[in-house]
């Protein structure tokens, strides 16, 4: 999934929990933000590696421990692996699961293309169109008001 996407599914989730939708948002960006530029540097060769294994579970878990912050960034990591997961699986590529075993294990055909290659690569899979439907509803709730702890704008 695109990341704007991730973003936007944790603030959604801070919407509809009791969780800190910014906690959310920093734990759903972190996989991103740790991997591309190891991945763009050359560091490793995959763009999925350390911050989308999910061999960090124990790490998170840990961090879970600091209270409401805490749990709210181990759950916005764990949806990001979530939504990386469902994509590739949507895609067609199951085997591309293997990467959140990261380094024990990678997929046999690794996606080793950076982010700009990945849109283009990206435009038109299925996955992509399911990105386009969740869009479309967050934004019609957001509009009729109807967002999961937002006051509609209608009275009575």
Aim: aromatic fraction near 12%; hydrophobic fraction near 55%.
């Amino acid at each position: 999934m695109l990341f704007p996407t991730h973003l936007a599914a944790a603030a959604a989730l801070g919407l509809a929990s009791r969780l800190p939708t910014p906690w959310l948002v920093v734990g759903a960006a972190l996989p991103d933000l740790i991997d591309k530029p190891l991945g763009a540097s050359g560091f490793v060769e995959l763009y999925h590696s350390v911050g989308h294994s999910a061999l960090l579970a124990p790490l998170f878990v840990l961090i879970a421990l600091y209270g409401r912050p805490g749990v709210a960034v181990a759950v916005g990591w764990g949806s990001h692996l979530c939504l990386d997961a469902f994509h590739v699986v949507i895609n067609g590529r199951p085997g591309h699961t293997l990467a959140f075993l990261w380094p024990l294990a990678e997929s046999a055909d690794p996606l080793g293309i950076p982010p700009g290659a990945f849109f283009q690569y990206y435009v038109g899979t299925p996955s992509f169109y399911v990105e386009i439907l969740l869009w479309l509803v967050l934004v019609a709730a957001f509009v009729a008001g109807r967002l999961p702890g937002r006051p509609s704008s209608r009275s009575g």
